[in-house]
Every structure is written in C-alpha cells, then in structure tokens.
C-alpha cells in the first residue's frame, strides 16, 4: 500500500501517479462480485490508472486550504443485469479535493469540490478504491443491445381493454 501524505502532496503540489491491478482492491472485487461479475480472468487483468496532484491552494469563504485533483481511468467488467451478458463499461472520473482537518462552511456548500481529512494511515489505493466504488453504477444495462427482452417483460395486456368493447351508448 503506498501511504498518502495527502498534506504534504498538496501543499508541496507534488504529483504522483501509477497503476492497481482491480483484484488488489477486495472491496471493489466483492461489489463486482455481488453486482454479477464472475470471470475471474477479468478481474486479474484489469487495471486502474490513478494521478494525483497537488494544486495551488484554494479559498473558501477566507479560509484557505491545500488542493489535491485526482483522475482515475479503467474499464470495469460489469454484467448486464437484463441479459446477463459481460458489459465492460470505460470508467474516467476527475475529482478536486480540499485536504483539512474540519472543513469551512464555504466547503460544505461547493458542489465541486470534496473534503478529504489527511489520515497517516490512509493510502492512495484506499482512496482510488473509494472513488470507484461510488461511481459504480446502481443498475447496469445495455441501451440497446437487450432492449427486446425489456419490451417483451413490460408488454402486458390491459385487463380493462375487453370493458372498452361493452361501452353503452346513450
């Protein structure tokens, strides 16, 4: 696990930047899992590529506060949940943190930034595998390729159609 000064990246603006194999992260391994993901193979060879920067400093409210931007890039072998069938998905996600203990009010409120605590123990890896696994998508499903089986599972006859023929007239 490569430890994370996140303090000391940002206010330093240092960037460091690298690769993790997708079974290194066993949380993300098991939501896969859980989300129907069963080829083993996929998951040992699938990478994810990380950078994380440091940034200059940024203000919220007149408090100012170490940046770090981070981008993650991989392909996650999903499962359609329609079909069943392998649904590989291009993952690109770019966040910007504000790295404190407590954060402003200003913070709080700035939809575009989040609040990352400088924790010793944390690691890039953790955070990297924190990001993936909020981004994973609750429902996974073709837009098209499986759209029949969709079609044939919602068409249903009305009941009350046969009722249309009885109307009376007056």
């Known amino acids: ?7 000391e990246l940002a206010r330093q603006q240092k960037t460091v930047s690298g690769e993790l194999a997708l079974a290194t992260l066993p ?24 950078h994380l920067q440091g940034l200059p400093p940024g203000y919220f409210g007149d408090v100012q506060l170490p940046m770090l931007a981070l981008t993650i890039e991989t392909e996650l072998p999903l499962v359609c949940q329609r079909c069943f069938q392998a649904m590989p998905e291009t993952v690109a996600l770019k966040y910007a943190f504000a790295v404190c203990h407590e954060p402003p009010e200003a913070l709080l409120e700035d939809e575009h930034v989040d609040w990352l605590e400088p924790d010793p123990e944390a ?40 009722l249309k023929s009885l109307k009376l007239d007056k």
């Open 1 to 7: 696990m490569t430890s994370a000064h996140y303090l």
């Open 27 to 50: 949380r993300l391994v098991d939501a896969l899992r859980e989300r129907g993901v069963t080829a083993s193979d996929a998951l040992s060879v699938t990478m994810v590529r990380y």
């Open 123 to 162: 690691s890039i890896e953790m955070l990297v595998e924190d990001e993936l696994l909020m981004a994973l998508p609750i429902a996974v499903m073709h837009e098209e390729m499986c759209v029949a089986l969709q079609q044939v599972a919602g068409e249903k006859p009305n009941p009350f159609a046969a």
